[in-house]
């Protein structure tokens, strides 16, 4: 049996399967029931190693072990194993999201927060700094200081940043909106933006800045959250974000902003 390797590298990846495992379950797949040899000799996985792996296969509710002799396996329907393992991720995500909230109940969270607020005071302005490797962790941080902001947000962002933001953030600009928190975006007016900004009507601020290929975040006149690199060039995981504490500097570039924001076409 010949399968692609793109195709075996996808079922890896959405199912968590090792060469072997994946081998032996596209043969299964393909024969509906066959004895461990006849999968071997399909997948060109050894024999040695064909009995291990449809034992770890049946552990996982991939195969079903018939009853009788020879041996033989039964595949399990791929839309079953797909509702199995959604189920066992939503289970898992559960508990730790409990696991997680226990934890802020708990006498040792509250002594976290007093090391933290405790060393905070200490620390250098010029110290409170970072580089966030990938756009992941970037985008994480803006969250972060988002749903910290008390007065104002202002952004400047590419087409391409400012649907990845439409949708990333949507949930935070909602909260922001209710506690008043003012946001303000400018980016370049593609069609893709015009079809985001209905998704944030009502909640954001967005104006036309054309031509600008800047990104970055400037949170209650204090942090700045900047991206060092052209998104259109760099992959996402090698994307890199600054951020710094500074309200000498994000007060004066926010200002120059506000100085020509009314000037600037709504989208």
Known sequence: MIVREDFLKKLRSAF?????????????????????????????????RSYDVLEGLEKKGFVIMKLGKPIRYIAVKPEEIVKRLKQGVEDSSKKQLELLDGVKKEEVYKE????????IINVDPA???????GRKNAYAHLNTLLTNAKKSVTIVTTSEGFVRKADY???AFKKLKEKG??????????????????????LVEIKKLEGVKARF????????????????????SNDTGIWVSTPYFAQALESMILQNWNKLEKI
């Open 16 to 48: 968590d399967l090792n060469i072997y495992e994946v081998k032996i379950w596209t043969a299964l797949l393909s024969k509906g029931v066959a004895t461990a040899g006849e999968l071997s000799d399909i997948s060109n996985v050894p024999r040695s």
């Open 181 to 202: 928190v003012k946001i303000r975006i400018a980016t370049n007016p593609t069609d893709n933006v015009k079809a985001a900004a209905k998704e944030l009507n009502g």
């Open 217 to 236: 975040a400037i949170v209650d006149a204090k942090d700045i959250l900047f991206f060092i690199q052209n998104d259109t060039e760099i992959h996402e």
């Open 169 to 171: 953030l949507k949930h």
């Open 127 to 133: 110290n409170l700094s970072g580089a966030l490797k």
């Open 112 to 119: 976290m927060e007093l090391l933290f607020q405790n060393g």
